[in-house]
Structure formats: structure tokens, C-alpha cells
């Protein structure tokens, strides 16, 4: 076994094709007895449909424990790291958790409690180090959020520690065009095409949180560039997302759009009776053009439930081999065996 225990790449393959089981059923790809085989498999590695609350749950208890050593005169942050990392590991490596939710909160919150425990004043800095606990936490607990929260944080010290909100813009830009590159393209590890789409989804909308935080005068020069940079990488994202069919490129566009259309409602001194009509008018124009688009499409993004004769899709007859559960038989060895023969004057055996 090695060092850290990680789904193998069969394993994470079987555990992205088992989630996608119920839509291809939906879909007409496969039949309920097939979809039954899927979900009755021995999982390789335990899921959990309440991760959020367990993972929320669990960070409450690490931070009590934290608070609770730092009232007792013990090192909180040691300690704590300690014992959540502990618990963290001993969950993944005999319990086999995957995304349940228990072992995430503790691998990260032990981490930051690391953090937070080391002496000295608080400083910009630390805020690198929070990046770096984000990203080693999402890689050994396989969580894409982790990633995107060690790319904001790098955004924000780039924003607080340099003051150049410029260079904080651009490393968002920059990360959020080069994940939507790798997102794009086949990767046979699911785990960085998590990474790539939640970044996708979340790093425009917080460059758009970092302009409204740093630049103080909104109605100067500086903000309303900004502003328009951002309106043409939401189009720009929306326009990817429907022509490349990426559901998370085309939300990621469309969160930013609705940021950009309400700090422009904000800016202009309308009244809210022709900001209604107008947006109400814009919303037309794009829901036509959207189903212009998508009228004739049978896969990815459709404007209408496809049947399962008009799909040509694959991707569960690739999956098969990783999905088959059934026992193969092998085939029945062949045994040489004897006899004899004889007649009109001959006889002999064999």
C-alpha cells in the first residue's frame, strides 16, 4: 500500500460511471435490471448523500476541540492538527471514506488549526499558507473545492499583500481560462476534471468580488473597466458554454452576467421601471437565441428530452467493462478421453 491511500484509477472511474448509472437510465441508455447490477456492486470506497452536513458537523467539532485545548494552556494548534489528521487518515485508509464528509472537515480543519496555532502576530502571509493547506487538502482528501479555495486565497494575497488588484484579476483570468482548457480535454484522472470545472465556475465570480472590495470609487474609470472586462468574459464564457455544450462553463457565465447586470443597475441612475423592462427584454432576446440554438442539438445542452434511438452516445458501452458485475464463466476445459472401434475384420482403441 503506499504512502496515502487513494481510489486506484479504476476505482475512481467506476465511482464517476456508478454516479452517472441513474442518468443514463433516464436517458434510455440502459435498462432498470442493468441500473439494479450498477447500484447492488460492492462499492470499492463509501459515498455519503449528506456530505454537507456531516462535513459541516465536523468542522464545528474541530473547531470546539481547537477553542477547547487553547482554554486548557495546551499547544491548540498541534494537538488538534494532531488528533484531526488522525482521525482524518483512519478513516480513509480502514473505513475506506470517500467524499462521505467526516474525513474532509477533519483534514482540513486540522490543517488550518496548524496554522492558526503558529506563533507570532498574524500576518498577509499566512494567508499562503492557508493556500497551500487547501491544495494538499484537496489532493489527498480528492475535493475540488479545496483547490479553488487555495486559488482564491492566492487571489486575495495578491490583492492585500501587493496592493495591486490588476495582478489579483489577471492570476483569476489566466487560472480560470487555463482550467477550462484542461476541463475540455480527456483526463483520465476525474479528480482534476473536478478541479478544472469548479474553478471554472467559481474563480470569475470572485475576480468580480475582488474589484467590488478593492476599488473604492464605482463610478470612476478604473471600476467601470473592470466591470466591462467582466461582462465580455461572462458572454464570452456563456458563448463557450453553448457551443462546446459544458454545462459549468455556461453557469459560470451566467452567475457573472447577473453580477455584472446588477452592479450596472447600480450604476445607472434609472428608474427601476425601465431597468425591469429592459432586463425583462434582454432576458427575451437571449432565451430566443439560446433555443435558436439549441433546436436541432440531440446531445449535451437540448432544448427537448431526446429519446434513446437519438443518442448516439458511448460513454456507457465504454464504461461497461468497469461497470460488469456479473461472473464470467470460463469455458469447460477439454478432457481427452478414450474409446475403441472395430468391425469387418478389424478391431482397436484410441
Known amino acids: 500500500m503506499s504512502v496515502f491511500a487513494r481510489p486506484t484509477m479504476n476505482e475512481a472511474r467506476w465511482l464517476r460511471f456508478s454516479a452517472l448509472a441513474g442518468k443514463w437510465k433516464r436517458d434510455g441508455l440502459i435498462e432498470a435490471d442493468e441500473l439494479t447490477r450498477i447500484r447492488a456492486a460492492p462499492a470499492p470506497w463509501r459515498e455519503s448523500s449528506v456530505r454537507i452536513i456531516l462535513f459541516l458537523l465536523t468542522l464545528l467539532a ?26 482524518a487518515e483512519l478513516m480513509i485508509r480502514r ?28 500576518q498577509v502571509e499566512g494567508l499562503l499558507l492557508f493556500a497551500a493547506a487547501s491544495f494538499f487538502a484537496g489532493w489527498r482528501v480528492l475535493n475540488g473545492l479545496f483547490v ?62 475582488l474589484v467590488r472590495t478593492m476599488e473604492n470609487d464605482p463610478a470612476g474609470t478604473r471600476f467601470q473597466t473592470y466591470v466591462a472586462v467582466l461582462a465580455l468574459l461572462s458572454a464570452l464564457l456563456i458563448g463557450s458554454g453553448l457551443k462546446t455544450r459544458a454545462r459549468f462553463i455556461l453557469l459560470s457565465g451566467l452567475l457573472l452576467a447577473a453580477a455584472v447586470a446588477i452592479q450596472l443597475s447600480l450604476l445607472l441612475d434609472a428608474r427601476a421601471e425601465v431597468l425591469l423592462i429592459a432586463g425583462g427584454g434582454l432576458l427575451l432576446a437571449i432565451a430566443w437565441s439560446v433555443t435558436r440554438w439549441l433546436r436541432d442539438r440531440v446531445t449535451g445542452l437540448t432544448a427537448r428530452r431526446v429519446g434513446a434511438l437519438e443518442t448516439p452516445e458511448i460513454t456507457p458501452f465504454l464504461a461497461a467493462p468497469l461497470l460488469h458485475t456479473e461472473p464470467v464463466e470460463e469455458p469447460a476445459a477439454f478432457e481427452q478421453k478414450g474409446g475403441s472401434f472395430g468391425g469387418a475384420g478389424s478391431s482397436g482403441s484410441f
Open 62 to 87: 474541530v473547531a470546539a476541540l481547537y477553542f477547547f485545548f487553547q482554554e486548557i494552556g495546551v499547544p491548540a494548534g498541534i494537538v488538534t492538527s494532531i488528533i484531526a489528521c488522525s482521525a
Open 95 to 122: 473505513g475506506r471514506f470517500l467524499h462521505v464528509g467526516p474525513e474532509e472537515a477533519l483534514f482540513l480543519g486540522g490543517l488550518f488549526a496548524l496554522i492558526l496555532g503558529l506563533p507570532g502576530p498574524s
Open 148 to 209: 479553488v479555495a487555495g486559488f482564491v486565497f492566492i487571489a486575495a494575497y495578491l490583492g492585500l499583500r501587493l496592493e495591486s488588484l490588476l495582478l489579483a484579476f489577471l492570476f483569476c483570468l489566466a487560472v480560470t481560462v487555463f482550467s477550462g482548457l484542461i476541463a475540455k480535454r480527456f483526463v483520465t484522472d476525474p479528480w482534476i476534471n473536478a478541479c478544472a470545472e469548479w474553478t471554472v465556475l467559481v474563480l470569475p465570480i470572485t475576480s468580480f468580488f
